[in-house]
């Protein structure tokens, strides 16, 4: 049976716009949270670990011929006001609200991650971002304003689940190094040298007319900017940048690859999965079943 979560409606003009339906809520599941401190500002948030929006792509997927980041990052917002209810200058973890504004320059991450998922449900990237999650939660309770009243979780994350007892481990295993390798760090500027010259070949050598140079510099370039990747899931640094300089944009990537494709992996949801793979998988009719079963 289709659950697809958007209503076709014909507006003045007569074209097809789809709007979101939400599915059934408890009574009172999307009010309001309650504020820190009053009556009811201590009762934990009402969970249903249904997760059965991300099996469906937001509202613009696929209306586009280059698909945006950043449209993405907005259906996403307005998905998440519209199911749970979440002011749009707050942030919600775990079902609970936290107005992080004073917290934005502080945050060790860089404030651009905290900005972009402002007025979402960020749970997902909270929990695989932050591999000392005791020092993150305890930073974290000082900004609390409430809870929802409804909280539809994805991922549970339980205390004796797999992935939260392997985070421990890499945790307690990252306390004891100093730093990466020198045989890591030796290999991480050989590459990169490795780019610099190719971006300076792709460039010169089409300015020249050798294109036979060109086309392999330009492979050679797009081969190691992945050199820049680790750069995606940190603080904002210079490495990143590697990718603007090889014609693709660090921003976009951040959106798609780190808050996206890793938390919302192999779901409808998932702006990778929805852009050049729905389009393939559409060529063997299977897309339909895909977002619909």
Known sequence: KSRNIFRTQSNSSGRQKRQLALPAMPPQSRTEAQPKGSAHGDQR?????????????????????????????????????ARLSIPSNLWCIRGSLYDLSDFVDKHPGGRDWLQMMQGTDCT???????????????ILAKYKTGDLSFYDENFKFQKDGLYVALRSKISKHLKKKTGPSFEYQKARWIILMLWALSLILAATSSGNGKFVLAVFSGFMLHCLMGIGHNAFHQAPSWWMYVWDFSV?????????????HHSYV?????????????????????????VTD
């Open 45 to 81: 948030p009402i969970k249903q670990s249904t997760g059965r929006w991300l099996h469906q792509p937001l509202e613009h997927r696929n209306d586009q011929l280059i698909e945006s980041a950043e449209l993405w990052l907005e259906d996403k917002r307005r998905s998440d006001a």
């Open 124 to 138: 997902e990237a909270y929990e695989t971002h932050h591999i000392n999650i005791e020092k993150a939660d305890h």
């Open 248 to 260: 693709f944009s660090s921003r976009h990537w951040q959106i798609t690859h780190a808050i996206s």
């Open 266 to 290: 192999r779901r409808a949801f998932c702006f990778m999965l929805l852009t050049l793979g729905s389009k393939i998988i559409c060529l063997f009719g299977v897309y339909r079943n895909l």
